[in-house]
Nanobody, 120 residues
Framework: QVQLVESGGGLVQPGGSLRLSCVVS????????MCWYRQAPGKQRELVAT???????NYIDSVKGRFPISRDNANNTVYLQMNSLKPEDTAVYFC??????????????WGQGTQVTVSS
């Protein structure tokens, strides 16, 4: 069983920064990849950023260069540093993990979500 606990959301003015954290219960070495998703009111959940065990990253175009994702394996934590925030970044942000139990079997895990509101 894996538990994901997000923190770091809040209210910030446009142009500001926030850092989201996702603490994973247990080792994250068997988890690949880890991602951040977001869901704005009235919209579908979308994949924002992905990081693999090897450290490879991928982003949606709207956050490239602004939201670096990183992982601290020693502390079982994944981060999303959110810079130059825009009102359209307002959403609930979710941490996601794919844990493999066998080569042909994995389980998806989600955090509870953390609200990010960008407004003046």
């Amino acid at each position: 069983q894996v538990q994901l606990v997000e923190s770091g959301g809040g209210l910030v003015q446009p142009g500001g920064s926030l850092r989201l954290s996702c603490v994973v219960s247990g080792s994250i070495f068997s988890i690949n990849p880890m991602c951040w998703y977001r869901q704005a009111p009235g919209k579908q959940r979308e994949l924002v950023a992905t990081i693999t065990n090897g450290g490879s990253t991928n982003y949606i175009d709207s956050v490239k260069g602004r939201f670096p994702i990183s992982r601290d394996n020693a502390n079982n934590t994944v981060y999303l540093q959110m810079n130059s925030l825009k009102p359209e970044d307002t959403a609930v942000y979710f941490c996601y993990a794919k844990r493999y139990y066998r080569a042909d079997y994995y389980v998806d895990y989600w955090g509870q979500g953390t609200q990010v509101t960008v407004s003046s």
